[in-house]
């Protein structure tokens, strides 16, 4: 099958994927009314109301963080040479979390709306404090210095987010873990809005950046012959990864995996084209955080388990597989 054509039958399977999300439910809506309550909707009328209010917005949102911590993941693995690596690896998640936790515990902020700011900055600043310690005096930024650098803060912040944790009331640890475990459910259209901003401005900058990518897998000397410059290209990366990313855990919460499995697929499809695979990432991501926001609505109906949560599940599996099968390549 052709690329235009997997990249139609992707498209129609996310369209079928956040018709089901809107449909499904503690409270099943049919597809007829659905879809009245999108194009023509009553006020009056609660089925509509719950449409508008709860599920589209969440609907939107796992597709949006999905897309986003797709098109992250394939960026990080490209430009660290790393199959292993995915959106967490600089430090995102746990920048975001340090965040959630101090504006929860020390500031007394409550509702997602609210606290995303708070995940959005403790994002942005845990990648560029990862991009900073990740040079070498003037050599630039290095993908292995990266990785590194990443690991290490993450380890950092985690600890500081357990102490926090630990030693907070039991109000602000139920707030913090609803947060932490990953769902998009409960979310406004506010934060799908901060959401769609940052996946506008990542993903234009990971567009441009898709030639450099190309060439820049035949290796750094290769790419320096060909005109590139790895040291802009690797700066350009981090900042698309911390809007991308970074929106994304501040709009859903810290989502494993997506960003791992997503690029792998792509790649099968993609081949070694930046364009395509960057394209491809973000429509299997959204495929895949929105399916998992679905099952987890429905294995544990009329209750929810959280989208992250079956992420996890399916991705940890997959990440034991590409571990035994890839080596990391040197950069």
């Known amino acids: 099958m052709s690329r235009p054509a997997i990249l139609l039958t992707a498209l129609a399977a996310l369209l079928v994927l956040a018709l089901l999300g809107i449909c499904l439910g503690a409270r099943p809506i049919a597809p007829g009314d659905s879809l009245r309550a999108l194009f023509s909707p009553d006020p009056a009328n609660d089925l509509h109301?719950?449409?508008?209010?709860?599920?589209?917005?969440?609907?939107?949102?796992?597709?949006m963080a999905g897309a986003a911590l797709g098109m992250a993941g394939a960026l990080i693995q490209a430009v660290t040479r790393?199959?292993?690596?995915?959106?967490?690896?600089?430090?995102?998640?746990?920048?975001?979390?340090?965040?959630?936790?101090?504006?929860?515990?020390f500031l007394g902020v409550k509702g997602v709306t609210a606290y995303v700011w708070f995940a959005y900055l403790g994002a942005g600043a845990a990648g560029a404090l990862v991009f900073f310690l990740g040079r070498a005096h003037t050599s630039g930024a290095h993908p292995l210095r990266l990785v590194l650098a990443g690991a290490g803060l993450s380890v950092a912040l985690g600890s500081l987010t357990g102490i926090i944790v630990i030693n907070s009331s039991v109000q602000v640890l139920d707030d913090f873990r609803n947060w932490s475990a990953g769902s998009v459910e409960g979310r406004s259209l506010q934060v799908a809005f901060v959401l769609a901003a940052s996946l506008a401005a990542g993903g234009l900058i990971c567009f441009t950046l898709a030639r450099g990518l190309n060439a820049l897998m035949l290796g750094q000397e290769s790419g320096r012959a060909l005109g590139l410059n790895p040291p802009r290209i690797w700066a350009l990366a981090c900042v698309a990864v911390m809007l991308l990313a970074g929106g994304a855990t501040a709009a859903a919460g810290p989502i494993s995996f997506v960003g791992l499995v997503a690029p792998h697929l792509a790649r099968s499809v993609g081949r070694a084209n930046y364009g395509w695979i960057l394209v491809f990432s973000a429509l299997f991501g959204a495929l895949l955080l929105l399916g998992a926001d679905i099952i987890g609505r429905m294995i544990a109906a009329p209750d929810e388990v959280a989208a992250g949560i079956i992420a996890m599940l399916v991705g940890g599996p997959f990440f034991i597989w590409v571990a035994r099968r890839f080596r990391m390549v040197r950069a």
């Open 82 to 105: 790393n199959p292993l690596a995915e959106p967490g690896l600089l430090g995102v998640n746990a920048g975001a979390g340090v965040a959630v936790i101090i504006a929860v515990a």
């Open 49 to 63: 109301l719950v449409v508008r209010e709860l599920r589209l917005p969440r609907t939107l949102i796992a597709v």
